[in-house]
């Protein structure tokens, strides 16, 4: 077998014992939440029949999926003018029938229709699962990496909306993040807004201009407006909508005056007061000043959302959103079952773990593998310390004997590297005279500690 | 965009909230226990350039390797004789760059290598991902399946060995099982017994022949034997070795008397004996006699283990191996790394699920979600009972208040359905009076209970 020098594919990652123990805790920091609310894990497989994804994310979507080569003799049935014409795109469904998932939503909604008559609706489910897409890698994108969801469908009721509010601010504290902000706006109001300016058709290109505001100002906003069909008179009408200031009532206030011709949008306006009516229920309005925000010029993904619509974005960090999601209606036709309902969101794993660490607010739990390493001195100590060992097992304790008696020097430097927070030194004295040498490997403290004392020590300090 | 009937990808499976319950409790049992251990998780990429995995797993594996297909025009560079002839296998290359990882071995390998400058030798790491093969699908045989390695290279000591089996042992007991034979073989007993016999060019012959003396008993071995190249003579040698009987240490004696000419053969024995005397140390010489047992027909992937050979048995099903491993002394030369010793063990998760449903010994708890549903009369009632499950979660409890005043029957269906244990009914009346029905939905008693009164009767019952 001839040696290759090893490397990664293109756009993936491995992951170290230190980054996994930061990954896992911000994964079973939000798992615990989304358990909190009735939300339950599913998983999907890795790869779905290519009918499955093909046509569900667009011509350029299409193009993004990661396709499996058929086994065996792939070629057998593939026409042969369609290889003397190297037509590669057309070639693809006679040579792939499975593709790798490309998002959680199209693998959710075939298991929603599929598993049908077994689900007990409104169904609650997370999934946290990788997914691939064949963009080019750049500076924290990748090809592979790992979507976070949460969704209930059958449910029309607004209290999912505001238990997804309470969802996100509860899971960000817990990940340590103190200032971020739950943009909230509506698809009824978007809508209500093109209807009174009578553009109800230019509603897309309106908000793919309007959801600019932040990067390119008003004037640019303007010129764009222009360029996509609407008239001067109709950006006197919408600039008070896009520039609209203030708490998020006088907000509302100001949007009720402005769409009170319009039906859908008042019902716009009604969903966030019923969803900010839930959030105060649960005794939580202040987070309504605090955290969440009207923001109409707040898009995302409209060609799919049907009402409320959120994103979250940290104050603390410049970063894009670390969040969002909102609600659909058609979510399971493309699979033959209609008019399911559903809301859902999503958490960017990735950019928090970027957020946090940029903060240094990964707690250091997250870093803390075995808590003790006792040192190798001679093979004559070992009777005593692997029974030591064993009481500290039996104790809960992740506690590593050094596997042979090589030079301390190197013993204590495979502690460092691997961040154990003590180190015990047991020589032949010690294992008469009873008293130890623990090592504090942070503060670099040495003491004598009696065998029995030291479960409960790094119990406190675990 | 048509509508189309929804399927699995063939041998692929979506896990469900309860088998995802069950499969967590699976992996989170076996984490705690290797992280006690002082091991480590990693993740790999989930593809792989298809250089790195090629030639690894022998003709048979390449060709169970999921390929993906290239990216954007991937026939522009093919040569046009191999599409012309159709030549599906040597075209392979020229489409195709990257695939699925097919077991986390060679990974891991490739891992090894293209971090051991950053790696505190020896480096202890668990890895538990799915892995991807082109198999036929049949009864319990995916194409997209978990597997779950601990493994630890750069120590030769055999303390590893001896953890391996407290890691056995522990975590077999920590998931439920009471009655499993960890069995244990020695590569090096093996090649001493080839040797006395005078035949060490057959020691595959040999092993791959004794191996099956479960499945064909003595006289089939013997047969396979003679097919093999051994001779009469050599059967008379091997059949006391074959039928070797007794107590692990009387097994040992044995041997010692069959391989005193094989220097070899006793460096094995002498490894088991070390492995022993550390299991002893660690005060668990018990398991010696109930759970571990010295099996000469051990073989298991041969061509690669050097030292101790592990496989493990539950004895209360009838059941393939749960698990395996051994010492291997190459793992990373494929890419390179000479003499870097290595040595793992393996759990079968999947295996081990289905033998924990067949004995029942999965916990309740495995498959609580939700503690407590909410039933909802009527949105009247919501501002109380909202500010209650905001305390309840507050509390670290899952509750939930189903989104609508929906029919009783269809709220108690979703408390079923879902496995909810507890259901709480709160009335018009019951918001003043404060004395709420809680209902038990395993016993169906109902008694009422003080809104703080519940979170301690749910903590205690969770």
Known sequence: MATIKPSLAKGTR??????????????????????????????????????????????EGDKLIFKILN????????????????????????????????????????????????????????????????DRPQRGRYREFYQCDVDVVGSPSLLNEAEFILIYHEALLALGLTDFTIKLNNRKILSGIAEVIGKPQLIVDMTVAIDK????????????????????????????????????????????????????????????EEVFSYVEHFAAASLLDKVVEVDITLARGLNYYTGCIFEVKTNEVAMGSIGGGGRYDDLTGMFGLKDLTGVGVSFGADRIYDVLEELGRF???????????????????EPFTLRLLADLRAAGIAAELYPAAVKLKKQMGYADDKKIPYVLLVGEEET???????????????????AEELIDILRNNG
């Open 14 to 59: 491995d992951f170290s014992p230190l980054e996994m123990e930061k990954r896992n805790h911000i994964f079973n920091t939000l798992k615990a939440v989304f358990k909190k609310f009735g939300y339950n894990e599913i998983q999907t497989p890795s790869f779905e029949n290519l009918s499955t994804l093909t046509g569900k994310y667009g011509e």
């Open 363 to 381: 707690p250091s739990s997250a870093a803390a593998t075995t808590q003790l390493l006792i040192v190798n001195f001679d093979k004559s100590i």
């Open 71 to 134: 086994s065996g003799d792939y070629l057998a049935k593939a026409p042969s003018d369609l290889l003397d014409s190297k037509n590669a795109l057309k070639l693809i469904p006679h040579i792939s029938e499975k593709a790798l998932r490309y998002d959680l939503t199209v693998p959710f909604a075939r298991y929603v229709v599929m598993h049908q008559h077994e689900l007990a609706l409104p169904f609650k489910r997370f999934q946290i699962q990788p997914v691939w897409r064949a």
């Open 213 to 272: 505001l932040d990067k390119i100002g008003l004037d640019g906003v303007n010129k764009e407006l222009l360029e996509r069909g609407f008239t001067a008179e109709d950006l006197d009408l919408l600039k008070p909508i896009i520039l609209l200031e203030g708490t998020n009532s006088q907000k509302l206030q100001a949007l009720k005056t402005v769409l009170a011709s319009s039906v859908v949008g008042l019902r716009g306006i009604e969903e966030i």
């Open 432 to 450: 008469t005279s009873g008293d130890l040498s623990l090592k504090d490997m942070q503060s670099g403290e040495q003491r004598k500690v009696r």
